[in-house]
């Protein structure tokens, strides 16, 4: 919930594919919980903005995406961004669920090797 409008402005903002919107949140999402079916209200640590313009920086992306943080919420509903598809590819959010799973996969296996190179 915190980091979808910045998802959102990397996506072209309001003309950005719903599919891709919910792919993309949903795989961020269940990187960090993966249980994560409710929330709990939140409010993100004062330096967050700093850190996401830091990092949109090693990117070359506007580091003013930093400002559209939810830096707080009550009880965000994480099943919102979680692509639950019609059957078939004819939906476009079929082709998010594939999406989805690819993310999160290479979520994992860069965590797993950034603990490699702390290791060696």
């Known amino acids: 919930d915190a980091v979808q409008p910045v998802v959102a402005a990397a996506f072209g903002g309001r003309t950005a594919p719903r599919a891709l919107m919910k792919a993309v949140t949903a795989a961020i999402l269940r990187h960090h919980n993966a249980q994560a079916y409710q929330a709990r209200p ?16 090693v990117f070359d992306l506007p580091a003013e995406w930093a400002r559209r943080l939810r830096l707080e919420a009550d009880a965000p509903t994480p099943d919102r ?37 702390q290791v060696a």
Do not use: K, M
């Not at 409010?43 to 996401?52: E, I």
């Not at 079929?94 to 993310?103: C, E, I, K, S, T």
């Open 42 to 57: 939140y409010r993100l640590h004062p330096r967050a903005p700093q850190a996401v313009a830091q990092a949109l920086a």
């Open 81 to 117: 961004y979680l692509p639950y598809p019609e059957p078939g590819p004819q939906d476009p959010e079929w082709w998010a669920v594939w999406l989805y799973f690819l993310l999160v996969r290479i979520l994992r296996l860069t965590d797993g090797l950034s603990q490699q190179a």
